[in-house]
């Protein structure tokens, strides 16, 4: 067995806030599986597929009908310009089969967008920006495992996008074309296992059935780092729609670039009570390249303890003793 990764893997871990405060890990940062986002962008000229093929059986009992989702989301991030910036596309694109037990209704397929948008992402807030100030503690495994208040401070991004709604959209009928959305999302890392996610977004701006979209998410990192587990629960508030959703699921590293992941979850109401099941993978095409600052330009915490124009003044401070020497 090749442990190498492993260890990569364990080391990425371990010191997760002095790699997070460039934005770029050396491991795949993927916001599958669930819907809560992170707080941290891909990194500059990352680029990053995130997809899943998903199948849900929702049934209402109001109505009358049963029906069979079959579907396939996606998202494509990019990191721009610098660090704490990204463009992201998201697309559900699904094919519901009704079938009603009333002989009033009448049956049929629904196919179109539930979700199609484009926003940017960027990160406001980083508490371990500074890793002169989180540094780990090398003589004590305990103090960097264990919890610290300091912990739940999270790294807090703001995002600002468009919706659209294209042609007749049984999914959202008399939406216009473009409407908008706003969020927030925040992660703390509790641990270096643990990491808490949370969202706030509000969506179809501009609509006559705006709604408010929340999520919380844990994730757990097991010690064959490769492997983690995550729950979530996600709220809807619309009068279109409301509902409260969990789940559940796993994902697995590959390789530094490809992910795969499963998870499934359910809804707690009966109209419509909703059963669902996703499998996919994120893949990235890594073209980051670190950015080298000069010695002399240097601030304090960056590569040690080398303070701005250090070097000259230790450079003067020779030169003027070694002329006072000549001089004597």
């Known amino acids: 067995m090749d442990f190498s990764f492993v260890r990569k893997a364990f080391f990425l871990s371990l010191f997760a806030p002095t790699l997070l405060s460039a934005q770029y890990t050396d491991v795949i940062n993927s916001n599958r599986p669930g819907r809560a986002v992170s707080a941290y962008a891909v990194g500059k000229n990352v680029a990053q597929v995130e997809m899943g093929l998903l199948y849900e059986q929702r049934d209402d009992s109001e109505q009358n009908f049963d029906s069979n989702i079959f579907g396939t989301d996606i998202a494509l991030r990019y990191g721009l310009l610098f660090e704490q910036l990204e463009i992201v596309y998201e697309g559900s694109f699904i094919s519901q089969n009704i079938d009603y037990s009333s002989p009033l209704g009448t049956d049929g397929?629904?196919?179109d967008f539930s979700?199609?948008?484009?926003?940017?992402?960027y990160l406001v807030y980083d508490p371990f920006k500074n890793p002169e100030k989180n540094k780990p503690n090398l003589y004590s495994w305990r103090a960097n495992n264990v919890f610290q208040w300091k912990n739940l401070i999270p790294a807090v991004s703001l995002y600002g996008g468009a919706t659209f709604t294209v042609g007749d959209n049984p999914f959202y009928v008399g939406d216009p074309v473009l409407s908008y959305r706003g969020a927030i999302a925040t992660q703390s890392r509790l641990s270096p296992r643990f990491v808490l996610i949370s969202n706030i977004a509000y969506d179809r701006i501009?609509?006559?059935?705006?709604?408010w979209r929340y999520a919380l998410s844990v994730t757990h990192a097991f010690r064959n780092p490769k492997w983690s587990v995550f729950l979530e629960g996600q709220g809807i508030n619309?009068?279109?729609?409301s509902d409260i959703l969990a789940r559940t699921g796993l994902a697995y590293l590959f390789s530094e670039n490809f992910q795969a992941d499963f998870h499934l979850g359910s809804n707690f109401k009966s109209d419509?009570?909703?059963?669902?099941v996703v499998a996919g993978f994120s893949y990235r095409l890594d073209f980051h390249k670190d950015k080298l600052i000069p010695i002399d330009e240097q601030s304090g915490g960056q590569n040690g303890k080398i303070r701005k124009n250090s070097n000259k003044k230790k450079s003067k401070k020779r030169d003027k003793k070694n002329k006072d020497d000549i001089d004597f």
């Open 109 to 111: 397929r629904l196919t």
């Open 206 to 211: 501009g609509t006559d059935f705006p709604e």
């Open 272 to 276: 419509p009570s909703r059963i669902f």
């Open 238 to 241: 619309s009068d279109r729609y």
């Open 115 to 121: 979700r199609n948008r484009v926003g940017l992402k």
